[in-house]
C-alpha cells in the first residue's frame, strides 16, 4: 500500500486486508470461478469508489468549515 493508503481510513485497511485475504486464499486452494472473481472486483471498485467519495466530500466540507 502506498502512503496515502496506510494512513488512511480503517475501512479503507479493512478493505485492502479482505482484498489480499481472498487473493491469497485464491492462490492457495486452486482458482476461483470467473463469475466470482468479475463480481468480486466490480464490488471492491464499488467500496473504493464510494469510500474516495466520502473522503473527498469530508475534505471539502472542512475546508469549506461546514464540517469540524
Not at 486464499?25 to 476461483?32: A, C, E, R, V, Y
Amino acid at each position: 500500500l502506498s502512503t496515502a493508503e496506510r494512513t488512511g481510513s480503517p475501512v479503507f485497511h479493512t478493505l485492502w486486508s479482505y482484498v489480499l485475504g481472498y487473493m491469497r486464499t485464491s492462490l492457495i486452494h486452486g482458482s476461483p470461478s470467473p463469475r466470482g472473481v468479475r463480481m468480486f472486483v466490480i464490488l471492491s471498485c464499488h467500496a473504493l469508489y464510494i469510500y474516495r467519495s466520502l473522503d473527498n466530500l469530508s475534505v471539502m466540507l472542512r475546508y469549506n468549515g461546514l464540517l469540524a
